[in-house]
C-alpha cells in the first residue's frame, strides 16, 4: 500500500503560479503510476495529468496543455504538479492518486486505487 498527502495548495491570482507536491510513503513507491485528479463544487472529479504505467510517458487534459506539469523525484518519493498561468476554472481540491497495476485507463478515477486527501487550488479573476 501507499499512502498520499497533498500539499501547496492556495489562493492565488488569474496568471499566478503554483506548485502542488504529493508526499508518498509505503514502500516501492516507483512501482505505482501517479496521476493528478481535480475536483470543482458540484463537479465530477476529473483527470488532470498523469504518467503511463511505465513512465515513460505523460497526459494532461486538454485545458491544462502548455500551463502545467508533471514531474516526479523517486528518491524522495515525490510528486508534483507545476501549474502556470492559473485560470480562475482551475479552481478545485486537487488530489493525487496512485495505481498499482497497468490496467485501466490513465485518465479514469476507477483506475487508480490510492487517494490523498486533496488540497484546494482558488484562482482569483
Known amino acids: 500500500q501507499v499512502q498520499l498527502v497533498e500539499s501547496g495548495g492556495g489562493l492565488v491570482q488569474t496568471g499566478g503560479s503554483l506548485r502542488l507536491s504529493c508526499a508518498a510513503s509505503?514502500?516501492?513507491?516507483?512501482?505505482?503510476?501517479m496521476g493528478w485528479f481535480r475536483q470543482a463544487p458540484g463537479k465530477e472529479r476529473e483527470f488532470v495529468a498523469a504518467?503511463?504505467?511505465?513512465?515513460?510517458?505523460?497526459y494532461y487534459t486538454d485545458s491544462v496543455k502548455g500551463r502545467f506539469t508533471i514531474s516526479r523525484d523517486n528518491a524522495k518519493n515525490m510528486v508534483y504538479l507545476q501549474m502556470n498561468d492559473l485560470k480562475p476554472e482551475d479552481t478545485a481540491v486537487y488530489y493525487c492518486?496512485?495505481?498499482?497495476?497497468?490496467?485501466?485507463?490513465?485518465?479514469?478515477?476507477?483506475?487508480?486505487?490510492?487517494w490523498g486527501q486533496g488540497t484546494q487550488v482558488t484562482v482569483s479573476s
Open positions: 492518486a496512485a495505481r498499482s497495476s497497468a490496467r485501466g485507463i490513465y485518465y479514469s478515477t476507477m483506475t487508480y486505487a490510492y
Open positions: 509505503g514502500r516501492a513507491f516507483s512501482s505505482y503510476a
Open positions: 504518467f503511463s504505467w511505465t513512465g515513460g510517458w505523460t
